[in-house]
């Protein structure tokens, strides 16, 4: 039976493991290191000697605790090489110093194994038992943010700029209401290329209108609203919703474009 | 590029809670965090607005890799930080032993000779016996809870003190004279048998304190 977890979620319920990965937990227990780490090394999902990385963690994790060096050293590397690969793909080589990043966030995420069990947060190694990819996401988006914040220094994000002048009125509803439905179509081989390009378009727009879009248009915030104590996109973005409707606006010229030229 | 610094504990959570509701966080979700949160409140939006991207990004995006069998270059220094943080976090825990080893309070520690012969005479025993207690010379798992309660009660101390103090392992007072060239080293532990036989105890304070 797999150790439970402690980790709580927004609720305050104790998190689990899916029924699929306890099964599969059980079952390695039962298998030799060897059977291990050639399962280990298989990276498609698809296949019946597949080990889910929730798996290899909980493995890892219980090593650790009997303090069997040997089989940490021998499974933590092919869960590593799936994080790679996964960093190669998600931090793209625009961002500056992005191998230095990726280094940076494969070896915070090794070196949660080693603080497991210690420190100011012994078992964050729960959520990554409970959904791999989600918690994998986590840390890496966090890092990536907390690295911009160093480089621009602290300034302040959401610095309110002027409305030196009001943008022409354009469509914009027609834009965000094609861009809606692309996000809510089920994944096919047709609109997979068209999301990829609508996301990687909403990511290169300016980071006040792309936030702008995401919390409006992805996320549902109302632009601004008449009551004071709830929460609007103006109110997040530190702003007025005036300017949040003029960032909408350019972002949705911008998108339009891409639309054309895409 | 200088290590990234982490956030609290409760904010890192916070991130990771965000990150495994399914589906992507919308703005009810958010505002859960950011009221439990208020002070973090633009980076609660900052990461959720990253994520909703991201999580949008990989709704399409699932390749298939083939088995890998080399270790890349990346998982190589990873896997050296790993060995290193292990290394640190281990020696750590080794040092915070050995502190907290030689910190166990001994609740004897501040009595008098009168003290102790005054306890001695209340739990009906001799000094010698005392001075094991003292000096932790003897197992605690083979001393009555009874016995151990009673010695609290004498030196007013808290139970977990007591037991804790017979607990840890035995020492040499700093005080203590010996006659020897070299500082005796510490025996090792009796049980509470041995040491009730072997302290000058009369046959019925023996008699008394083996019934407890």
Redesign the interface.
């Known amino acids: 039976m797999p150790r439970v977890l402690s980790?709580r979620?927004?609720n305050g319920n104790q998190?689990t493991r899916l029924r699929n990965i306890e099964i599969a937990v059980a079952a390695a227990l039962a298998q030799d290191i060897p059977t291990l780490c050639r399962r280990a090394?298989?990276?498609?999902?698809?296949s019946p000697e597949y080990l889910p990385s929730e798996c290899l963690v909980h493995l890892i994790r219980e090593a650790h605790r009997r303090d069997d060096k040997t089989t940490m050293?021998d499974l933590?590397?092919?869960l590593?090489?799936r994080c790679?690969?996964t960093l190669d793909?998600?931090v793209s080589d625009r961002i500056p110093?992005a191998s230095?990043?990726?280094?940076?966030i494969?070896?915070?995420?090794?070196?949660l194994?080693?603080?497991d069990g210690?420190?100011?947060?012994p078992d964050?190694l729960d959520?990554y038992e409970?959904?791999f990819?989600?918690?994998f996401?986590?840390l890496r988006?966090?890092?990536?943010?907390?690295?911009k914040i160093?480089r621009k220094g602290h300034a302040k994000?959401?610095a309110p700029l002027p409305d030196v002048h009001e943008v022409e009125p354009t469509s914009d509803d027609d834009v965000f209401a094609r861009m809606s439905e692309h996000?809510r179509t089920p994944?096919n081989q047709e609109?997979?290329l068209a999301?990829?390009n609508l996301?990687e378009a909403?990511?290169s727009l300016p980071a006040d209108e792309?936030?702008a879009v995401?919390?409006c248009h992805?996320?549902?915030?109302e632009v601004e609203s008449e009551d004071p104590n709830k929460?609007t996109a103006a109110t997040?973005c530190g702003v007025t919703g005036r300017t949040i409707r003029n960032r909408l606006r350019r972002a949705a010229a911008k998108l339009s474009r891409f639309k054309e030229n895409g | 590029?200088?290590?990234?610094?982490?956030?609290q504990?409760s904010l890192?959570?916070a991130?990771?809670?965000?990150?495994?509701?399914e589906p992507v966080?919308?703005?009810?979700?958010?505002?859960?965090?950011?009221d439990r949160y208020p002070e973090h409140?633009?980076?609660l939006?900052?990461?959720?607005?990253?994520?909703?991207?991201?999580?949008?990004?990989?709704?399409?995006?699932?390749?298939?890799?083939?088995?890998?069998?080399t270790?890349?270059p990346?998982?190589s220094?990873?896997?050296s930080?790993?060995?290193n943080?292990?290394y640190?976090?281990k020696k750590a825990?080794a040092v915070q032993a050995i502190e907290s080893e030689r910190t166990t309070k001994n609740p004897f520690a501040s009595l008098s000779r009168t003290e102790l012969r005054a306890i001695a005479q209340r739990l009906n025993v001799t000094t010698v016996f005392v001075m094991k207690l003292r000096d932790r010379q003897i197992l605690s798992d083979t001393m009555p809870q009874d016995f151990q309660r009673q010695i609290a009660e004498e030196l007013r101390a808290p139970i977990e003190v007591v037991i804790a103090h017979f607990a840890a392992p035995p020492e040499m007072q700093p005080r203590a004279h010996f006659k020897a060239d070299q500082k005796p080293k510490i025996s090792t532990k009796q049980t509470f048998e041995e040491a009730v036989r072997s302290s000058g105890l009369t046959p019925a304070q023996e008699k008394h304190l083996l019934s407890l």
């Open positions: 980790k979620d927004r998190y090394a298989i990276q498609d999902r698809r050293t933590l590397p092919p590593l090489e790679r690969r793909r998600k110093n230095v990043l990726r280094d940076e494969l070896g915070q995420f090794s070196e194994f080693a603080d210690t420190g100011d947060s964050e959520f409970v959904r990819n989600s918690a996401r986590a988006i966090n890092l990536l943010r907390r690295e160093a994000r959401y996000l994944a609109n997979t999301l990829k996301i909403i990511k792309r936030d995401v919390l992805m996320m549902g915030y929460a997040h | 590029m200088a290590p990234v610094t982490r956030d504990p890192r959570d991130f990771y809670q965000l990150s495994l509701c966080p919308d703005a009810e979700i958010l505002e859960e965090f950011v409140a633009a980076a939006t900052e990461f959720a607005i990253a994520l909703v991207l991201d999580a949008a990004e990989d709704a399409n995006d699932q390749p298939v890799d083939p088995p890998s069998t270790t890349s990346a998982v220094r990873a896997m930080r790993f060995h943080r292990l640190a976090v825990a």
